[in-house]
């Protein structure tokens, strides 16, 4: 036998084995060990085709190309093998969990609840052509309190009360100075709602030294407590659901005469005054819960703004959003509302 011929022989032999050798093997470093050993740069295919350059040509020709189809046979038991280690792996892995288990979740945020009731409120009177005011946190005597007609030694003015900054310059104890800063530079007619924070010293259970209050306050020629009576009865069912009753109680602020505060029947006992035989612990079984203090602004106070009480007349309210937030959702502890635990915020998300 020619040398030529003994080549192509070794090359037949070893596609044979290679063929199955491959074909079997069990992992992927069996895989690539074979490989390595068949087509690798000292492999058995290299070694073979070392004894080229002792043939003649035609030999060489012919053991050349067996060479490079036996090459290519390898490597494509190998591509072979490969993919079915590959597929079995995918397999196995897919077999050890549950496709149909639900994805993983990504944590989102939302808004707080006084947010919530704060913009929904909002919402009720803009709906109503209020337009949406703002204004200080920090505020002078003036707004706070001298054109909104306290007498000077009104007990609210106290020290007791209010967060004194300097002189006449204090925390807004209030949002009524809104009424103030905004009829100073609209003339009438005027609607506006004004949100915002406001200060108080007092803090326990049941007060925060910070909390929120919205405003409201309308003028124009010819407004009754018939007007104010209609917006709020408006808003409360908007906020509370529309079988809610509504009462106005005689009271007294300064900025307003008449005055008066507004109760809805109680949100948890439906006016009943009992839950299940229980007494209601939200109206103390009155019925009723408050919720806002209002009345006709004061002809002092549209005086302090120049405005003519003989010309225009206007109603103003104020209310508590966490007061609000507590009756709508029975939030039993105003506390949760500054204790930003997740667990509180993430049911109102
Ligand atoms: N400013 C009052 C307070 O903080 C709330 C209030 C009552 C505002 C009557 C008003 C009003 O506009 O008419 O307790």
Not at 74 to 102: C, I, N, S
Request: net charge negative; proline share 6%.
């Amino acid at each position: 036998m020619s040398s030529g011929q003994a080549l192509i022989e070794e090359l037949t032999a070893l596609a044979g084995e290679a063929k199955n050798t491959l074909g079997q093997a069990s992992s992927f470093e069996a895989l690539e060990e074979l490989r390595v050993a068949y087509l690798g740069r000292k492999g058995r295919l290299a070694q073979i085709m070392a004894k080229l350059p002792g043939l003649t040509a035609e030999e060489k020709r012919q053991a050349g190309q067996t060479a490079n189809t036996v090459k290519e046979e390898l490597t494509a038991h190998y591509t072979v093998r490969l993919e079915g280690l590959k597929r079995a792996q995918d397999e196995a892995m897919l077999a050890g969990f549950d496709p149909a288990l639900p994805g993983r979740s990504h944590p989102t945020g939302g808004l707080h609840p006084l947010s919530i009731v704060s913009d929904e409120i909002c919402r009720a009177f803009s709906g109503m052509g209020f337009e949406v005011v703002t204004g200080p946190e920090i505020e002078t005597d003036f707004y706070n309190f001298e054109a909104l007609n306290f007498p000077p030694e009104h007990p609210a003015r106290d020290m007791q009360d209010t967060l004194y900054i300097g002189d006449n310059i204090l925390l807004r104890t209030h949002t009524s100075p809104l009424q103030v800063r905004t009829l100073l530079s609209r003339k009438p007619p005027v609607a506006a709602i004004a949100p915002g924070k406001v200060y108080r010293r007092d803090s326990d259970i049941t007060h925060s030294p910070m909390f929120h209050q919205i405003e409201g306050f309308l003028v124009d020629k010819g407004v009754t407590m018939a007007d104010l009576r209609g917006t709020l009865t408006f808003f409360v069912h908007r906020i509370f659901g529309p079988d809610t009753l509504v009462r106005f109680r005689p009271s007294f602020f300064p900025f307003t005469e008449p005055s008066a505060e507004v109760d809805i029947s109680c949100v948890m006992c439906e006016g009943k005054g009992h839950v299940g035989g229980q007494t209601c612990r939200v109206c103390k079984s009155t019925g009723w819960v408050e919720i806002l203090g209002c009345g006709m602004i004061d002809p002092n106070v549209l005086k302090a703004v120049d405005i003519d009480p003989e010309v225009y007349s206007g109603f103003a309210f104020g209310m508590g959003v966490e007061r609000v937030t507590m009756l709508k959702y029975g939030v039993g502890d105003l506390r949760l509302f500054f204790e930003n635990d997740v667990r509180f915020l993430g049911q109102f998300a």
